[in-house]
């Protein structure tokens, strides 16, 4: 059964610095799917990033990255020079293969970014 | 098209009282997703659908509720005799169906059982 760990209390971070969000999961399944969502407190789910368990590199959009370490069964969220509108909960998400399976989450972790 | 597309985007309801939530897709996603979110809370997998059917129902937490999908598209989330510890946000998702396709999301139904 999958599994999505997000253990960190509530995270703060000065504008402009950069900040690590942790994700730790566990899938028995080869070929799997993680992605991360930022959800402000408007309360929209909005995609943020997609690393694949098969994907060589690093996934990257914009000022988000994702740190993967396959063998330590990681996938934590960078994101760097943050914004006050980076303030949010961030969430980890898994789907392993069968193209329609759920999406399973994680906890979520609280992200205030501070002036 | 437009995004995902959830109504009502509020509702009260009394205990006891049955209730229908609505989900319209983006175009041409098969896939088909109902999660809950409790305040402060992730969010809880209720059921997806493939098409018109529904693969996995797993989370669905009693059977008090019920969901359907019509003609590949709009999707109803029936809830009978609500109790107050249905009270959540009913969030909707739809997905091309590939494994590295991310869920696009509506906004939600906010439901209060008074």
């Known amino acids: 059964a999958q599994k999505i760990t997000q253990t960190q209390p509530g995270m703060f971070v000065q504008e402009k610095e950069a900040v690590t969000l942790d994700c730790t999961y566990d899938?028995?399944?080869?070929?799997?799917?993680l992605f991360w969502y930022k959800q402000p407190s408007s309360g929209e789910m909005i995609f943020l990033i997609y690393?694949?368990?098969?994907?060589?590199q690093n996934a990257t959009e914009g000022r988000y990255s994702l740190n993967f370490q396959k063998a330590r069964k990681s996938a934590n969220l960078v994101i760097s020079a943050s914004q006050l509108g980076d303030s949010a909960m961030y969430f980890c998400?898994?789907?392993?293969?069968?193209?329609?399976?759920?999406?399973?989450f994680g906890k979520g972790i609280t992200l205030s970014v501070r002036p | 098209g437009a995004g995902v597309s959830q109504s009502p985007s509020n509702k009260v309801t009394e205990k006891g009282k049955d209730v229908e939530l609505r989900c319209d897709p983006i175009?041409?996603?098969?896939?088909l997703y109902w999660y809950r979110q409790s305040l402060g809370q992730g969010l809880e997998f209720l059921i997806y659908?493939?098409?018109?059917?529904?693969?996995?129902k797993s989370g669905l937490p009693s059977d008090r509720f019920s969901a359907e999908r019509t003609g590949g598209s709009v999707s109803t989330l029936t809830i009978q005799r609500t109790q107050q510890e249905d009270s959540a946000v009913y969030l909707c998702?739809?997905?091309?169906?590939?494994?590295?396709?991310?869920?696009?999301f509506g906004n939600g139904t906010r439901l209060t059982v008074t």
């Open positions: 998400a898994m789907k392993d293969t069968g193209a329609n399976s759920k999406l399973t």
């Open positions: 659908f493939q098409g018109n059917s529904a693969p996995d």
């Open positions: 690393q694949g368990s098969y994907d060589q």
């Open positions: 998702a739809s997905s091309p169906g590939l494994l590295n396709s991310p869920l696009h």
């Open positions: 175009s041409g996603h098969t896939a």
């Open positions: 899938t028995s399944d080869p070929s799997y799917g």
